[in-house]
């Protein structure tokens, strides 16, 4: 065993089911294998910038009920890029020198960053700006970071959008309606697909197969010429109107918040078809909850793998899941391909096969 460490830890991004399960196994094996020290940073980024640093020395006993804990006990962030950090008067500080600062201060010998692509991409820049050893471990329901066939939260996120679907089954049976559900997942119908799939949707737009509404409108005819008059509509978030407007409900620190496909998609129906429609946003419920088994698991092999990396110290690499096994690659390979779903792709094979309306 080389010398003893003292490791960093954070969380960055949209927090997600899963990310509590990693520290615990980053506390545990850090602690009971190596005998190091693991010091949490509050906040991500933030808690660096904080003079002193916003951390927690862990202790074995303070990660006990971290299986079962949704978001993360560290605080998290999804604003506010280090590199042109929004300010109090409006203007734009480069503020990565202080974080670099602050993990310096600390004394850490390495960090286990958490994030999606975006925030991996920061963490990087800073490391290789810092000399940070930096070690990546992929986290976001929306299942995009490259190089990696899953990431800690799509799972418990997939299981809710089903569990959705499952629930408007039944209402939309009882009153001849039909149902649209839109679900987040950013640029990349990840959920969407496989929640729709498993949920028995009858048509599932993403936005990686452009759509047409006829197509849409004679799916939902076909099934009541079947007698059946009731549908599920499962859409995803980043799913443009068809004269190709992306819509956006919040604006915040000048980042757009994508919202309102669903609603629009459901005008479009009730106008063309004359169904009843109604429109369900499933949010922010996709990010909370119980971490699924196999985000605990997965949280717990992604962590482990990680402390195991910077045992080796292999710095600048990310765990990733691939042909079912953990394995490590470049960071730089993971951020350099955002993941969108494959339209030749099994799920997509599989969707048409059962036939379900993707809309072209
Ligand atoms: O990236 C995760 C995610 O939940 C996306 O699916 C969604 O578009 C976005 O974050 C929502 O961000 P916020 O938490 O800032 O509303």
Redesign the pocket.
Known sequence: MGAKKRIGILTS??DCAGLNPVIRAVVHHAIETYDWTVVGIREATHGLMSRPPRTIEFEINQVDSLLLMGGTILGTT?KGDPFAFPMSDGTLLDRSSEIIEGYHNLGLNALIGIG?DGSLAILRRLAQQGGINLVGIPK???NDVGATEVSIGFDTATNIATEALDRLHFTAASHNRVMILEV???DAGHIALAAGIAGGADIILIPEIPYNIANVCRKIRQRQERGKHFCLVMVS?AVRTELGDQLTQIKELGED??GGIGKYIAEQIALKTGAETRVTVLG?IQ?GGIPSPVDRLLGSAFGVAAVDLIAQEKYDQMVAWQNRQIVSVPIAEAIKTYRTVDPEGTLVKTARGLGICLGD
């Open positions: 991004g949209g999804n999606g976001t329901i929306d987040m997942g950013r978030e918040r994508l922010h990010r």
